[in-house]
């Protein structure tokens, strides 16, 4: 029976354990976050440091509530719990006693702060397990799990806990080409709204919303993954390939990368329209990427020239005036795309109607924005049509200007067979030029393949250099691995290169020809090319791309001369496309490749994951939130007993039961009383029994059962009790209680109460 | 042969008797237990029968027992009859049996020089009818419309009968001869019909060893008197039923109007008659409201005479009895139970 004199005790007990269930819930919330980030770091070591350090501080923290510390003192005590941690982690020996950090800990925090800035910056993702990612990892989890406990708990503020989020959520926002997935935000959303309701719980010990908060978080779970799975565009951000690229101009984190992904987009989307004066279709070129780490392709920070008034660019890099140029005009409309870059034909000479305040590179004439964005700019570029004679690329001093020396950097640790694949494919050739268009045919006419697929399905998907090892041998890539490795080959061989990215001219308008064609381009044609230079002529583009882009015509002897008058025959035309399709159906295997991409798989998976069990646990919560509604409605108030008597037939069938609401509480309590065999259970039965049946048909107002819920527990201990493991687990997991009797085939009359 | 009324000679009161007081429920148990250990020392083994019989005696009601001959319809009638100290009057039914015989004739008295009412066999509290379907029609009748009415009416003058009035009625279910089944409407009219059923092999031992010498009749006495039965019986009308006590009642009835084994349903008189029963059953239980495991003990018992089933229920069976027992339990497994719809 309840007595109300126990009433305080309980409900420091619950306020005790309340404390416990918002740690619980931070905990989720913290969990959840950890999600958004996998696909950032390698492997999964990084993920369990997270927790244990989340969790460490946050039970930390509860445990001196409990124990009766001082409110103000707890953030204070976790923040030096977190200095040790770190103390121990990375101090190397520095604190005092291993453990209390001292100048030198904290220089060499300061230190692993700055070897963390930079490799972020040079790594892609995911990023190798470096210490300094650890650092990050550690020093992040442990000020949000602060941060969390404070507002949550401390301050009472769990509202406020929601933006100590936001910071964890914006990295993988800024990092990955997509933004954080929709369904690591809604696990997010979801463990926020627990933590909402945990925290509602605790203040008020009532109004019952677990089910409420399961449903929203399931369902936001739910929408989250429709909208990616309908809309892919919105997964990956649209065209916004470059969208990374906040850090500073021509600054992107992994761009050769985020080609390659948008080139596995599965629908291309419209990127820009242009129409060119040129007699033949140009390249949009983006920027450079002229510095080669050994693990990735960047593009050089340098001093950039503001668009001065007249819009004019300096004059391009060692071009002499012996080669015969052509001026043409490029009208372009950018329609989709969120580049730091703008998009011209190289080499550009002037840019008028821009918007916003751009800047232009000296060494590569790429423009950039300073304070604004390509999107939606509207301009018109001057560029040159540079037809160099193969005379004068032969020319080619092979002295290179100073200024070019690190565009002939090569790592030391280069793998061999890159050399002698260079070697071996330029046998024969005396001049650089000869030798790059050795190279340039080794990639065409040998048996290269194009396939967006195969570097991610072999596991090397990206443009450093044990990536160009692996494609030389496997012989199959798309642009990127063809212009790294050409690059570097070139390299090896004393011609200074560097990647180029941007756009192939795309396809014109049907039915528009000439210099009022528009062409129209998509992120298919997304493309990544080497630029050799020679003296004399400066920076010259090669196509090594099996089956894509259109081959200078200055590399091909037998047409030597002159004008480049379509080089492939056909790009004027509504054709002109001279793109390998992307095959739509090899696009979706390429989500169970392995790498760079694999980000998206994961937390898509984790969020399926996370759907299909939530789907599956549903039931299990709502039967649990039933009975636990009941069991507080009987203690809140006397009586009830119909409840306890719906509570204990709901609990027979999801047992396995057949309960029919054509049995007499009477019948039904006949039947239970055969399985109890304890006696205090089947007094219990009894009063339950009576009480029921008082409340149900007695006189009203004279009978007022007590301790119901006290009673409805010992029976229900006994129902539990005789059904078996397996009978148990079926209970929880598929409550038959949750269908309404009256939708279930009606079985045999039962045998008759009489 | 013409089997004339026997009548008591203990307590002959003929005018109606105003209601006693209520009594509690605990002496109304213990009254009941009296009266049941009474009877069933005289008949073996036939407690349920023994027990509804009892209900429908502190319901006020009739009861019709039917059976094969021999198996203790009369006895039970007795003993039931002899355990309260109250009039008992006991009609032979045959054939050639007057209504007169029944209700009571007026003579006239030549000294007074008028006409005197000479009371029937009904002026009693507990009438017991033996083989009651050996009467005429006409007889039948008359005893009847005594026990809906609870009066008498000859020659223009009404006598009221006396309270409590019971009749229990026997009946042998075999047509024979010279028998006149009782029509539906007459049925109706017993709150209800229990049937006795062959008794298991240690009682029938046990009656062998008891009953070979005496008459067990002779060794009961009254245990409860008149004033008290009707004191049981106001006790038990007072028990409470429940709104949906009573739905449940009205929807079991309603259900066997509409069940398709059945030809006729039960009447209203047969929803007031069941929770009626129910009342007295929940107050033998020393309950002072009725559940719906009473209305379903009762309806076999309460509903089973007056129902009909169509000649395809029937099929083979000589017997409806079994056949409607079936259905009617049938039915009571199918409707409601009302829980906790009302009351919170």
């Known amino acids: ?754 | 042969m013409n089997s004339y009324p026997t009548r008591q000679p203990t307590d002959s009161s003929v005018a109606p008797t105003e209601d006693s007081d209520e009594m509690g429920l605990d002496e109304l148990r213990r009254a009941a237990e009296g009266i049941i250990t009474n009877v069933e020392s005289v008949i073996d083994g036939k407690h349920d029968a023994v027990q509804t019989a009892l209900t429908v005696l502190l319901a006020e009601g009739h009861l019709l027992i039917e059976d094969v001959p021999g198996v203790g319809k009369t006895m039970l009638a007795k003993s039931l009859a002899k355990s309260v100290d109250c009039t008992v009057s006991r009609i032979q039914f045959t054939p050639d049996l007057l209504p007169s015989d029944v209700t009571g004739v007026s003579v006239y008295n030549q000294a007074e020089r008028r006409f005197e009412f000479k009371p029937g066999a009904v002026f009693a509290n507990i009438v017991i009818g033996d083989e009651i379907n050996r009467a005429s029609p006409k007889t039948q009748s008359a005893l009847l419309e005594c026990m809906e009415e609870r009066q008498v009416t000859v020659d223009g003058t009404t006598y009221r009968l006396t309270s409590p009035f019971i009749v229990v009625a026997t009946q042998n279910p075999i047509e024979m001869e010279g028998t006149y089944a009782l029509p539906e409407a007459q049925r109706d009219r017993f709150m209800a019909r229990i049937a006795m059923g062959y008794p298991d092999d240690a009682s029938e031992l046990a009656m062998l060893n008891t009953r070979d010498t005496s008459s067990p009749l002779s060794r009961i006495g009254p245990v409860v008197s008149a004033s008290q039965l009707r004191a049981m019986m106001t006790t038990a009308r007072a028990v409470f039923a429940s709104a949906p006590v009573k739905q449940y009642a009205v929807d079991l009835v309603r259900a066997t109007r509409e069940d398709r084994d059945l030809r006729l349903g039960a009447s209203p008189r047969a929803t007031l008659q069941l929770v009626r029963a129910a009342k007295a059953r929940a107050a033998l239980d020393g309950r002072d409201f009725v559940l719906p495991d009473d209305i379903d003990a009762l309806a076999v018992a309460v509903l089973g005479h007056r129902l009909l089933p169509t000649s395809r229920a029937l099929g083979h069976h000589h017997e409806s009895a079994p056949v409607i027992e079936e259905i009617v339990l049938r039915i009571v497994g199918a409707t409601p139970v009302p829980v906790g719809t009302v009351g919170r």
């Open chain 1, 1 to 754: 029976m309840v007595s109300i004199a126990v009433a305080p005790v309980a409900v420091g007990l619950t306020r005790r354990a309340g404390s416990w269930r918002l740690t619980s819930a931070l905990l989720l919330v913290l969990l959840a976050t950890s999600f958004s980030l996998i696909g950032l770091i390698d492997g999964l070591g990084w993920w369990f440091l997270m927790l244990f350090v989340g969790s460490l501080i946050l039970v930390a923290g509860t445990v001196l509530r409990t124990l009766g510390v001082p409110r103000v003192l707890i953030p204070l005590i976790e923040v030096a719990i977190l200095a040790v941690i770190l103390t121990l982690g990375f101090g190397r020996g520095t604190g005092f006693l291993g453990i209390i950090p001292t100048t030198g800990t904290f220089e060499r925090f300061g230190a692993l702060g700055d070897l963390a800035r930079t490799s972020i910056y040079d790594q892609g993702t995911p990023a190798p397990p470096l210490i300094e990612f650890m650092f990050l990892i550690v020093l992040g989890t442990g000020v949000l799990a602060i941060l969390l406990d404070t507002l949550a708990i401390t301050l009472k503020l769990p509202g406020w806990a929601g933006l100590a989020l936001v910071p964890v959520l914006v990295v993988p926002a800024v990092l990955f080409t997509g933004g954080v997935s929709p369904a690591a935000l809604a696990v997010c959303a979801a463990a926020f709204l627990f933590l909402l309701r945990s925290d509602a719980r605790q203040r008020h010990q009532a109004t019952p919303r677990l089910a409420a908060s399961f449903a929203i978080g399931a369902a936001s779970i739910v929408v989250a993954l429709v909208i990616a799975v309908t809309a892919p565009g919105f997964d990956r951000g649209g065209a916004t390939s470059f969208s990374a690229s906040g850090i500073s101009i021509g600054g992107t984190v992994t761009p050769l990368i985020d080609l390659g992904r948008d080139l596995r987009r599965p629908a291309a989307v419209h990127v820009l329209s242009y129409t060119s004066t040129a007699p033949a279709p140009q390249y949009l070129k983006l920027t450079s990427l002229d510095r080669f780490t050994g693990t990735v392709w960047k593009h050089r920070e340098r001093a950039m020239n503001r668009l001065p008034a007249a819009d004019t660019i300096g004059h391009a890099l060692g071009l002499s005036t012996a080669v015969a140029t052509k001026k043409f005009e490029t009208t372009v409309h950018i329609d989709s795309m969120n580049s730091r870059w703008l998009p011209v034909p190289f080499p550009v000479t002037s840019v008028s109607g821009l918007s916003g305040t751009w800047a232009w590179d000296p060494a590569d004439l790429t423009i950039g924005a300073v304070d604004t964005n390509a999107a939606g700019q509207n301009y018109k570029a001057t560029s040159l049509l540079i037809s160099p004679t193969i005379a004068q690329l032969k020319d080619d001093t092979g002295l290179v200007p100073a200024s070019l020396i690190s565009d002939l950097f090569v790592p030391n640790d280069l793998p061999a067979i890159i050399t002698q694949t260079a070697v071996q494919a330029t046998v024969g050739a005396t001049s650089k030029y000869e030798k790059a268009v050795a190279l340039q045919d080794y990639f065409r006419l040998s048996d290269f393949q194009y396939s967006v697929d195969t570097p991610l399905e072999q596991g090397y998907g990206g443009d450093g250099m044990a990536v160009i090892a692996t494609f030389l041998e496997a012989k199959s890539g798309y642009c990127v691995h063809f212009a790294s490795a050409m690059a570097i080959m070139a390299r090896t061989l004393g011609i200074p290169s560097r990647v180029s990215i941007g756009y192939l001219p795309g396809a014109s308008s049907p039915g528009a020809f000439g210099s009022s064609a528009v062409y129209n381009v998509t992120s298919d044609d997304l493309h990544a090319w080497p630029e050799l230079y020679f003296a004399g002529v400066g920076w010259v583009p090669f196509e090594p791309t099996v089956g894509r882009g259109l081959i200078p015509s200055y590399t091909r002897p037998d047409s030597a001369l002159t004008l480049p008058t379509n080089p492939t025959g056909s790009a004027t035309t509504q054709s002109s496309r001279p793109l390998v399709p992307v095959d739509p159906t090899t696009t979706a295997t390429s989500s169970s490749g392995r790498g760079q991409t694999a980000i998206q798989p994961v937390v898509s998976g984790v969020g399926g994951g996370l759907l299909v069990a939530a789907l599956l646990l549903a039931p299990a919560f709502l039967r649990r939130w039933r009975r636990r509604t009941r069991l507080r409605q009987l203690r809140d108030e006397w009586g009830g007993a119909t409840i306890a008597w719906s509570e204990l037939r709901d609990t027979a069938r999801d047992f396995g039961w057949y309960v029919s609401d054509t049995e007499t509480p009477r019948a039904f309590a006949a039947r239970v009383g055969d399985i109890l065999s304890d006696l205090n259970r089947l007094d219990a039965l009894d009063r339950l029994l009576l009480a029921v049946e008082r409340e149900s048909f007695g006189p009203p107002g004279r009978f007022h059962a007590r301790g119901v819920a006290d009673d409805l527990e010992l029976v229900l201990a006994g129902l539990e009790e005789q059904a078996g493991r397996i009978g148990r687990l079926k209970a929880v997991v598929i409550p038959a209680s949750l269908v309404p009797s009256a939708w279930l085939p009606s079985s045999e009359t039962r045998a008759a109460n009489a």
